[in-house]
């Protein structure tokens, strides 16, 4: 008895339709038609960003705890055989720290232009690659590196804050007061410094072959820690004058 065995596979997906393919292109991580999404790398460098802002925040935070404790803690004196207040006062040049404040303030406007200069080029590139578009030419201006030079004007400006308080005989071993003061602007002007070298690689990222894309990206992020360095400057120098 003859009986029928079927030459092709059959489908069981239904309706005789084939099985549907695996799904193409998108890539990982946010890559959608072979090209990189920059809305994921934004996201994930500003959170790499909050991180470091945070660590330094906890710098800042036991520093400042230290200092409260500090002032009303007082210290055994061997002389004497008792416990003494050995505070002391630290006569703060405040007219040269205040210029020193204010040429940081501007130079956090002048990264907030650069940033938004940045973010505006990166919007208008699909539209100045339309054949036949004109949106007229931009006048780009300098703010990257203009704020590098406050950057240095500022730390030129502690520099000599510093030697103003040695001129009146204030070190970093004269009182725990002196100690502090030079503790916390020290460590604010290295952090600084850091924010010094990121604008020079943001500002270098213009001069290379890279997307646009990619240097709105480093421009974004040198911006917002170089804002958070201007914040953290005016909390220090409220501290110092307040909290003594």
Known sequence: ??????????????????????????????????????????????????????TVCMIFISLTSAYIVRQGLPTFDDASKSY??????????????????????????????????????????????IPGVSLGNERLYPWLWITVGLGFTFLLGQWMAWGQLHNTGFYVNTNPNSSFVFLLTATHAVHLAGGIVALFWAAFAFLR??????????????AWYWHFMAFLWIYIFALLGFAR
């Open 209 to 222: 072959h890279k997307s646009l894309e990619s240097k709105r990206i480093a421009v974004d992020i040198t």
């Open 84 to 129: 003494v207040h050995d505070w002391g006062v630290v006569q703060l040049p405040w007219l040269l720290m205040g210029f020193n404040t204010l040429m940081l303030l501007i130079s956090s406007i002048t990264v907030e232009l650069a940033r938004r200069q940045a973010a505006r080029q990166a919007a208008l590139a699909p539209v100045k690659s």
């Open 1 to 54: 008895m003859a009986t029928y065995i079927p030459t092709t596979p059959i489908d069981h997906t239904g309706h005789g339709q084939e099985p549907p393919l695996p799904p193409t292109g998108g890539g990982d991580e946010g890559r959608s038609g072979g090209g990189p999404d920059y809305g994921a790398r934004l996201r994930r460098a500003r959170l790499g960003l909050i991180c470091a802002i945070i």
